[in-house]
């Protein structure tokens, strides 16, 4: 039996350099604390942080026998939306789901009710497979599930 390699750390994004290997994650297994995972080789190692962490691409892994495996986004179905971006923004937003903001589009995962949504509020959208990296929440970084406005706000 082959001895399991460990990851107990993360590297950030432009913190390192020399990957012996890369693992392709797409937007829910970039959020994990301890998972067995397969690098692009065939390698296996068990990744064991301390905390759950938020990956967005970029960073590294860092194997207890000094290897590295880079993180990239993996290709995942999305829903590519175009049309008026400030209005379709709101509405994507209102119903707390993540999303990737460009210039010239927002990229959602594909989802088939926000999918007749957007439709019916004019957009244009087209499904497609490309690495999904939505906004990170507005109260620090990670992943934002929900909303809180901190002990003193209630909703009516």
């Given amino acids: 039996m082959s001895l399991m390699h460990r990851a107990s750390r993360v590297l950030p994004a432009g913190g390192w350099s020399g990957a012996a290997d890369h693992i392709a994650l797409d937007y829910e297994a970039r959020f994990l604390r ?33 290897r590295l495996i880079e993180v990239r986004c ?3 179905p999305v829903l590519v939306v175009t049309g008026d971006l400030t209005r379709l923004a709101w ?3 209102n119903r707390h789901t993540p999303c ?8 959602i995962r594909d989802d088939h009710v926000l999918e007749t949504m957007l439709l019916g509020l004019g957009a244009r959208v087209d499904k497609r497979m490309e690495p999904f990296r939505p906004e990170s929440g507005a109260y620090g970084s990670g992943r934002t599930m ?8 209630v909703h009516a």
Avoid: C, W, Y
Avoid at 47 to 54: F, G, H, K, M
Avoid at 100 to 107: A, G, V
């Fill in 34 to 66: 301890r998972k067995r995972l397969v690098a692009a080789s065939g390698a296996e190692f068990l990744v064991d942080l301390p905390e759950v962490t938020n990956l967005r691409g970029g960073e590294a892994f860092a194997l207890d026998d000094g």
């Fill in 74 to 76: 993996g290709l995942e």
């Fill in 91 to 93: 509405h994507i937003g």
């Fill in 100 to 107: 990737q903001i460009e210039p010239d589009r927002l990229l």
């Fill in 146 to 153: 929900g909303h809180d406005h901190g002990p003193f706000h």
